[in-house]
């Protein structure tokens, strides 16, 4: 006589298989749901309108500019590739100084609304190229000049995004600008001076967090001439740099640090007297 066979075992693992196909169908669905990209459609449409807008205006400003080797100009991504520009564009800037700047600060601008990375090489190569004063006198009025727009196009189109990026860091920086109302251009300074959070994180959360624009610009442009004092006056000596790192040691990131002290001491000592 033959065993019976044991169809619970083998019809009762399918069923089991099937229903952890579909548990984990579920929470995949459900996983894909909650990690999709935060922005709408309009969102989406307004930002590539915008981007749209900035990119022919980049293009018809370069159209305008004489002729040049295009094949040897791209944007820096080592100190190598920065050496290489400097030399291709030595002499086209000082043939051509005026569009060169035009071209220069559009870039520089484009660059910082859209957060492309690279503008710590634009700010080398001001140095080299203008030195300290001039290349100084730019690089602050083009980072704020982009942090500004930037914080126009966040606030138009910015706020599901950083949400969605940085939620604990949006929510801690939230808390602290509502502490600091009173003083907030102090503190704003202070963020700006030393590299406490990214200039770009604060770039694209200061209008969710109800700062200010004139407080954001302010401390913007104050805050922003340590830093680009130093990385302009390193471009004037390329040859010494063998890596961006090099820029920022432990005496740079001192130096930044105690400057940013001294603009929040006037919060320290108004709030010591309050206590007292």
Same mark, same amino acid.
């Given at each position: 006589?033959?065993?019976?066979?044991?169809?619970?075992?083998?019809?009762?693992?399918?069923?089991?298989?099937?229903?952890?196909?579909?548990?984990?169908?579920?929470?995949?669905?459900?996983?894909t749901?909650?990690?999709?990209?935060?922005?709408?459609?309009?969102?989406?449409?307004?930002?590539?309108?915008?981007?749209?807008?900035?990119t022919?205006?980049?293009?018809?400003i370069?159209?305008?500019?004489?002729?040049?080797e295009?094949g040897?100009l791209?944007?820096?991504?080592?100190? /190598?590739?920065?050496?290489?520009?400097?030399?291709?564009?030595?002499?086209? &800037?000082?043939?051509?100084?005026a569009?060169?700047?035009?071209?220069?600060?559009s870039?520089?601008?484009?660059?910082?609304?859209?957060m492309?990375?690279?503008?710590?090489?634009?700010?080398?190569?001001?140095?080299?190229?203008?030195?300290?004063v001039?290349?100084?006198?730019?690089v602050?009025?083009? &980072?704020?000049?982009?942090?500004?727009?930037?914080f126009?196009?966040?606030?138009?189109?910015?706020?599901?995004?950083?949400c969605?990026?940085?939620?604990?860091?949006l929510?801690?920086?939230?808390?602290?600008?509502?502490?600091?109302?009173?003083?907030?251009?102090?503190?704003?300074?202070?963020?700006?001076?030393?590299?406490?959070?990214?200039?770009?994180?604060?770039?694209?959360?200061?209008?969710?967090?109800?700062?200010?624009?004139?407080?954001?610009?302010?401390?913007?442009?104050?805050?922003?001439?340590p830093?680009?004092?130093?990385?302009v006056?390193?471009?004037?000596?390329?040859?010494?740099?063998?890596?961006?790192?090099?820029? =920022?040691?432990?005496?740079?990131? /001192?130096?930044?640090?105690?400057?940013?002290?001294?603009?929040?001491?006037?919060?320290?000592?108004?709030?010591?007297?309050? =206590?007292?």
């Open positions: 006589m033959a065993a019976p066979r044991n169809l619970t075992g083998d019809g009762g693992g399918k069923l089991l298989m099937k229903d952890e196909e579909s548990a984990a169908a579920s929470s995949s669905k459900q996983r749901k909650s990690e999709r990209f935060p922005l709408s459609r309009w969102e989406i449409v307004v930002f590539f309108t915008v981007f749209l807008v900035f022919t205006g980049l293009i018809c370069y159209l305008t500019m004489p002729a040049a295009y040897k791209k944007l820096p991504r080592t100190i /190598s590739d920065l050496r290489l520009l400097k030399e291709n564009l030595g002499s086209y &800037a000082s043939e051509y100084p569009r060169f700047i035009l071209g220069y600060c870039t520089y601008i484009f660059m910082q609304t859209f492309i990375p690279g503008t710590i090489f634009m700010s080398l190569l001001a140095g080299a190229l203008f030195g300290v001039r290349g100084f006198v730019l602050v009025l083009n &980072a704020t000049a982009g942090a500004c727009s930037c126009f196009l966040s606030k138009l189109v910015g706020r599901p995004l950083v969605w990026l940085w939620p604990e860091k929510r801690f920086f939230q808390a602290e600008i509502g502490k600091r109302r009173d003083k907030l251009l102090n503190y704003m300074l202070f963020l700006r001076i030393t590299p406490t959070l990214p200039n770009l994180f604060i770039n694209l959360s200061s209008p969710i967090v109800d700062i200010p624009f004139h407080v954001f610009f302010l401390a913007t442009l104050v805050g922003l001439m830093a680009s004092y130093i990385t006056r390193a471009g004037l000596a390329l040859g010494d740099l063998k890596s961006v790192k090099d820029l =920022y040691d432990f005496k740079t990131l /001192s130096v930044l640090f105690l400057v940013g002290s001294i603009s929040i001491f006037p919060a320290l000592l108004k709030r010591k007297r309050v =206590y007292e």
